[in-house]
Structures are given as structure tokens and as C-alpha cells.
């Protein structure tokens, strides 16, 4: 998984870090973001992040992650209190599917909020429990 953060740009010296985890924060992997030469647009810095978690995730499972950003203190963005999610769903047909298009966030305001576990109803807005089914 590989994403953008976009930042404010307050001052020289800062940092993002994706905090992720595979099995609702059991365990938590931070992983440091790289400052994009020449991203800098107004007053926003872009950082990019790539996430490795080695062998393929099975069918059902779910990566959750959020983000810290240090600068003239420690700011986070955890979604609105619901992380960040990508969850593992079968792919009932073989051909590929076209890539997402990446979801702008906006200039969100981070707060002070650490990662949050996900919660435990299902994200799904269709009626229908998709992760029910793999448990």
C-alpha cells in the first residue's frame, strides 16, 4: 500500500509516520515517510509512504493505519477517531481491476488523537456485512 500525505508547512524541520497494524493493533509497525523533492505548493509539503507487509494478504483481512506528523509538536490524523482502512475482498472474476483513483483528503486538521481501534461494525454502507463473511 503507497499513499501521499500532504502537510502544512510550519516549519523546516518536521516528519510524517504511517502507525499500521494487520490484527487491530496487537502489533504496530511505524513507518517513515519521505519528503518529496519540489512538492511544496503554498503552504503544504508532500511526504510519500510505502507499506510492506510482506506476503499477500488473505482474503478477509484488513490493514488498518493512521498518521503522525511532528512538527512544533506531535499532530495526528486518525480519520475522525476510524483510521484509516483497506480491507481483502475476493475478486470474483480473473481479470484485473483499474487502479483507484487516490482519495483527496484535503487539508484535514490533525488532531492530538493517537490511533484508534477500528470499530467493530463493518464499514459497509449497503446493508449487506461483506466481512461476516470471511469470519
Known amino acids: 500500500v503507497s499513499g501521499v500525505v500532504r ?4 516549519s523546516f524541520k518536521k516528519s510524517v509516520t504511517v502507525m499500521w497494524t494487520v490484527n487491530d493493533w496487537a502489533t504496530v509497525t511505524e513507518t517513515g515517510c ?8 503554498g ?5 510519500s509512504f510505502k507499506l510492506v507487509v510482506g506476503s ?21 490524523d486518525n480519520n475522525g477517531g476510524d ?3 483497506f480491507q481483502v475482498f475476493l475478486n470474483s472474476s480473473n481479470r484485473s481491476l483499474p487502479m483507484a483513483k487516490p482519495k483527496d483528503i484535503g487539508s484535514r486538521n490533525f488532531s492530538r488523537q493517537s490511533c484508534v481501534p477500528f470499530p467493530s461494525h463493518s ?3 449497503h446493508g449487506d456485512d461483506p466481512w ?3 469470519m
Open 83 to 85: 483510521n484509516y482502512a
Open 123 to 125: 464499514p459497509s454502507q
Open 56 to 76: 499477500s494478504l488473505a482474503v478477509g483481512s484488513r490493514l488498518q493505519f493512521c498518521l503522525k506528523y511532528h512538527c512544533e509538536g506531535e499532530h495526528w
Open 34 to 41: 519521505e519528503y518529496m523533492q519540489d512538492s511544496s505548493k
Open 43 to 47: 503552504n503544504m509539503d508532500k511526504f
Open 132 to 134: 461476516l463473511r470471511f
Open 7 to 10: 502537510v502544512k508547512n510550519i
